[in-house]
């Protein structure tokens, strides 16, 4: 079993920075892809970033050129650097590790808050 923590959100203002940090224990192993999803309330759970065992990563349209995500396989960690922080940008952030085909887990989630 796989336990996934999320860690550095927080409040910050517009145009501001955060950088996410989810660190991985427990029985890791054959791990496709890391990433991080984002729900707001009252919206659905959306991908913001991953990246994968190869180091390929992809990103939401809306989070291009902002964030930044990447990952540290000694520590089993995974970060997300997110820059130009918009109000848009105010969610829950949760980690998801995808091993094999059949195995995903989800951390507990971390709220980052943009204000105006």
């Known amino acids: 079993q796989v336990q996934l923590v999320e860690s550095g959100g927080g409040l910050v203002r517009t145009g501001g920075s955060l950088r996410l940090s989810c660190v991985a224990s427990?029985?890791?192993?054959?791990?496709?892809?890391m990433g991080w999803y984002r729900q707001a309330p009252g919206k659905e759970r959306e991908l913001v970033a991953t990246?994968?065992?190869?180091?390929?990563?992809n990103y939401a349209d809306s989070v291009k050129g902002r964030f930044t995500i990447s990952r540290d396989n000694a520590k089993n960690t995974v970060y997300l650097q997110m820059n130009s922080l918009k109000p848009e940008d105010t969610a829950v952030y949760y980690c998801?590790?995808?091993?094999?085909?059949?195995?995903?887990?989800w951390g507990q989630g971390t709220q980052v808050t943009v204000s105006s």
């Open positions: 998801r590790m995808d091993q094999g085909s059949l195995i995903r887990t």
């Open positions: 990246i994968t065992s190869g180091s390929s990563t």
């Open positions: 427990g029985s890791i192993f054959s791990i496709n892809a």
